[in-house]
């Protein structure tokens, strides 16, 4: 998690998706981000709201991928803590509507390794501006 905050320190606002149980939002927000945390499922979206409640500085959206940002204007994105599938899903073009045509933001990666230490979860971090 370190790697991803120390990646995410230049910029303001920052979209966490696929934010689960809010560790990474709740970290960024520590550090005086703006967060906007996302999570696909109504179950997932719950146990969010239930974490990072009472946490200035994040908001948690419903919705899958990068659809819920539309009307946000964030820095930069972080997928992180997904494999390879899930992340595929959220950069698909077709899935994103308006907001992955709007600007070139620049995108962190992080895939978990199965059965890592925590310490050693980040297999892959990519930097390169994306389209959105």
Not at 12 to 40: F, K, N, P
Request: charged share 20%.
């Amino acid at each position: 998690m370190s790697l991803i905050r120390n990646w995410c320190s230049p910029y303001e606002v920052i979209a966490d998706v696929g934010a689960g149980h809010g560790r990474l939002s709740i970290a960024l927000a520590e550090r005086q981000h703006r967060v906007y945390a996302t999570e696909r499922t109504a179950p997932g979206y719950a146990e969010l709201i239930s974490r990072v409640m009472g946490h200035p500085g994040i908001v948690a959206l419903k919705g899958d991928g990068l659809q819920p940002l539309a009307p946000y204007k964030v820095d930069a994105v972080v997928v992180a803590g997904m494999g390879p599938g899930p992340i595929r899903h959220i950069l698909d073009p077709r899935h994103e509507g308006p907001f992955i045509k709007r600007a070139v933001k620049p995108l962190a990666l992080a895939m978990g390794i199965q059965g890592a230490r925590r310490e050693a979860k980040v297999l892959y971090l990519h930097a390169t501006p994306i389209t959105i």
